[in-house]
Structures are given as C-alpha cells and as structure tokens.
C-alpha cells in the first residue's frame, strides 16, 4: 500500500506547508486493474486540502471524493515546478477520472517526498522520465554551465538514503553533527554562536534568523563540522561525530524570505587541507530575495591559502522560485551524469534540473560537509530586519555499494 499512498499536495498548499504538516486522514478509493483499494493517506483533508493523485504505472481510475473543493482536483501547472504531469478538470469532483498509464501525481519525481511523508523514510521508486528542453543543442549557461537538460527530473534510482535530519528534536548546535558559527563571519552580518537569537528549532523546522542589534546586524550559520574538523585535521566519524559524504546526492527542502538585503545559501565545503587551507566549494543555492527574486545562482570554487581560483558560477531566472514558499534543492556529486562524455555536477530545484558542469574528477571524489546560512548582503540598497530562512531537511543520498 505505501506505493500507492505516496501522495502530493497541490501547488499552493506545498508552498506553505512544511513536510510534517498536513497529516489529517483522508480516504481515497483507487481502482487500479479492476482492483479497489482504500488507501488511508496522510496528505491533504478533503474538505479543505488538496486531493491527491497515486503514481500510476499503468492506466488506472481515480474517484474524486464528493466533499473535495473543485479547486483541489485542479492541478495547476504540471511540469514546471514538478507538481504532477496529470491536470484534472473541476468537473471531475465527485466523478470517476481516467489517469494514463505513466502518470505521476507526485509531479513527476517520486524522488522528492510530498508534505505529509518522512523524508527519512520515503523511499525513492521509479521516476518520470520528465521533460527535457526542447532542444539537445548545448544552451550555455555561464563559465562552463549548460542548460540543455533543464527540467530532466532527478533519478535516485540505486540510492540509500544514509543521512536525514528533520529537526524533530530540540539540537544545541554544539554537536554532535551539527554546529552553529563555527567558520568566519561573510557578508555584512555577524554570526551568532550557539544559543544566540539567529537558531531556533520548533515544529520540525530551523529557522535562522537575521536581526538587528543595535548598530549590528546578526544572522546565522549552521555546518555539519566543528571548525576542528573542518580547518584542523581532527578526527572526523561521519554520523557519529559530524557528517561528510563523498560522491553523493545532497537535497535541503528550504523557505528563503522574500526580502530586501538577504542572502540565504544552501552549499558544500571539502575539509580544509590543513597545510595551504585549500578545499573546494559548491554552492547549490544563493537566494538574494528581492534583490533578486527570480534568481537561482550556483556554481563551485577552488580555494587555495584563502584565494579562489577555479571559479564558474552560473545564474538561472525562475518564476517559481519567487514564491516564497518551500522548494527542494539538490546537489548531485555521484559523477554519473555527463555532459559531452565527461562527469558532470548537476543543480536541481524541486526534483528537475537546473543546469550541469563537467567539473574536475576531484569533485565526485572528496568529500564533503553541508552548510545552510542566512547572510546580509552588504550591497543591497535596502535592508528590512528581522527576515528568516525556514529548513525543513536535509537529506543526502549515495550509491548503494
């Protein structure tokens, strides 16, 4: 049954939920090759929810109940921001629809949990094949960046999911996985250390948080290294004693306030080599709100003794990313796509791509630690405070051996 409960709330309620929420038990009866089912899914409630499409693998017939709003079995836009490739006209309330075989009402990627399902525990099946754009020809995106396969959803296929953290507990980000302000201060804020006004942790959520001190302006950063581990060589027990990965699939569900002067990030350090403090970089997400609100930038970095070299950045305009609701945004390091023959590292951005970089082999093999900061942009003309970054989870995925 859980294939069949895996289930998506509709555009608008996805944006303004996070995962835990939206647990009201509702009933949907799906008739799949003469077979009926009851399904008791936690999703959406009829009455004021959304309605819930199963991934079909083959054709099938789905009842919408009586009490559902019209509104809710009308799925808005089916591709672009990976809410569901089947659209069902109001008319169908209460009436029996035909879903084609090959429909997905998880929108399109099984691989990105719906609210209402445990990222820790929802399994990745098969996924849609999705749409790619609407040429192969190589669409340049900057320094190296290409966009060709924008929109491709991700394929977790032959993952295991090997971290998940959820925020379900109250975390003194003093360890064991996690830490508060354990790197220097960037951008025009200080970092709070742990325990400081920037961290709180309620509902399943980390919110960090940006305010004004007086004449200071302070935000946060949260890291899944102690700054020994991550610039002095200790010893590092991933899980244990906090957590890398290398080679692997890295996806944080993120609300970025829709602001002025903000400057949210969601990205992946490699442990400093002690001797010439050199690692690399890879920024999956720099959200600066209204300063730009339609931008998703990304890229990756070479640091050497505290230069950068080796930099591509790339930026890509969005509509959907405007919202200001919760997104999904990935970081593939496994190396098995390619672009022109070579490993290539790919962005996603709610399950389908964004763009790829035929980056240097040392990028699937290094390892790496996650950070998640709510930073003030020093050169924005406006600043508006207080402003939060809401995190729902982070979940990092890598090849079954």
């Known amino acids: 049954m859980s294939d069949l409960c895996g289930l998506r709330l509709n555009n608008g309620l996805l944006s303004s939920l996070p995962h835990k929420a939206g647990m009201q038990k509702s009933k949907i009866l799906v008739a799949i090759s003469g077979l009926a089912m009851l399904c008791a899914c936690g999703g959406g409630d009829a009455a004021g929810g959304a309605t819930q499409i199963p991934t079909q693998t083959s054709a099938a017939t789905v009842t919408i109940p009586e009490n559902a709003e019209a509104g809710d079995a009308a799925g808005a836009t089916p591709v672009n921001r990976g809410q569901g490739d089947v659209q069902l006209p109001s008319a169908s309330v209460g009436t029996p629809v035909n879903i084609p075989a090959g429909s997905n009402g998880q929108g399109g990627n099984s691989a990105v949990p719906a609210a209402g399902q445990d990222p820790c ?3 990745p099946g098969a996924v849609w094949p999705g749409q790619v754009s609407d040429s192969l020809a190589p669409r340049p995106g900057s320094k190296g960046w290409d966009e060709r396969y924008r929109g491709k959803s991700q394929n977790l296929d032959g993952a295991e999911l090997i971290h ?19 790197r220097a201060d960037f951008g025009a804020s200080k970092f709070d250390a742990a325990g400081g006004r920037a961290y709180s942790i309620n509902d399943g959520v980390l919110s960090i948080t940006a305010y004004q001190d007086g004449a200071v302006m302070r935000s946060g950063l949260v890291q899944s290294l102690s700054s020994a581990q991550a610039y002095n060589g200790a010893t590092i027990l991933s899980g244990t004693q906090g957590f890398i990965c290398t080679g ?3 996806e944080a569900r993120i609300r970025f ?16 080599a002690p001797g010439n403090r050199g690692h690399l970089e890879v920024d999956g997400i720099e959200y600066y709100g209204e300063g730009d609100a339609r931008g998703h930038h990304h890229g990756v970095h070479r640091w050497k003794n505290g230069t950068a070299s080796g930099s591509y950045g790339d930026y890509t305009g969005m509509d959907e990313i405007a919202d200001g609701g919760w997104h999904t945004y990935g970081i593939d390091l496994r190396g098995l796509s390619t672009l022109d023959g070579k490993p290539a590292l790919v962005m996603y951005f709610d399950g389908r791509e964004v763009g790829r970089l035929a980056a240097d082999a040392d990028y699937f093999s290094t390892p790496f630690y996650y950070l998640l900061n709510l930073a003030i942009n020093g050169k924005s003309p406006q600043k508006t405070f207080p402003q939060t970054m809401d995190v729902d989870y982070v979940r990092v995925f890598q090849r079954k051996s």
């Open 164 to 182: 998940c953290e959820t925020f379900a507990t109250q975390l003194s980000l003093q360890g064991p996985t996690l830490w508060a302000k354990n």
């Open 248 to 250: 692997c699939f890295w």
């Open 257 to 272: 306030p829709k602001s002025w002067g903000t400057w949210g990030a969601f990205w992946l350090l490699s442990p400093d």
């Open 121 to 123: 525990t929802y399994q």
